[in-house]
């Protein structure tokens, strides 16, 4: 079966909060033996760092708690709002960002904001790490692993019939 539901994480440049949410995702999804169904990427909101790898600081910060986060910035189109089953901004202001693309945006159910998966930790939005110490990373990694939890865990709730 091909993969069906896709999902993208957005932040603003792509290179620190959505390519990691994209990396955490990935592992996730490959733990559970899922990699068939599932389908993610990332993409920001601003076109600044089309083509970079994700950020030096969040790379190695992914790689010692086991992710590999490879992803090359890309910047997000309208048009993903067809290709993708769930869109997560990872603050208000670039869902404000997605939601001013395209007038279809405005009110669209799979374009939410990340945090609202979270059960773990009380943020409303992942922070931007970009011009902080290390503890910015770590603290985006630990809001990503719970609110990427809170993602697989609906997948697998909703389509139980269909992943036995």
């Known amino acids: 079966m ?5 999902i993208l994480f957005v ?10 949410a994209e990396g955490v995702m990935r592992s996730l999804v490959q733990q559970q033996g899922i990699s068939e169904f599932i389908e ?63 007038d279809s945006w405005r009110g669209d159910p799979k374009v939410k904001g990340f945090c609202d998966y979270c059960s773990q930790h009380e943020e409303s939005e ?15 990694l630990d809001l990503l692993e719970d609110g990427c939890a809170g993602v697989l865990k609906e997948f697998i709730d909703t389509n139980k019939k269909r992943l036995s």
């Open 11 to 20: 932040c603003l440049g792509n290179i620190c909060r959505s390519p990691a």
């Open 2 to 6: 091909e993969k069906s539901y896709r």
């Open 126 to 140: 992942v922070p931007d790490p970009y011009y902080g110490g290390p503890e910015g990373f770590e603290k985006v």
């Open 40 to 102: 993610v990427d990332s993409a920001g909101t601003a076109s600044w760092h089309i083509g970079k790898l994700p950020d030096d600081r969040m790379r190695h910060a992914g790689k010692r708690r086991g992710y590999d986060l490879c992803s090359r910035a890309r910047q997000v189109q309208a048009s993903d709002l067809n290709s993708f089953d769930l869109i997560l901004a990872m603050d208000e202001s670039n869902l404000q960002n997605l939601r001013s693309l395209d």
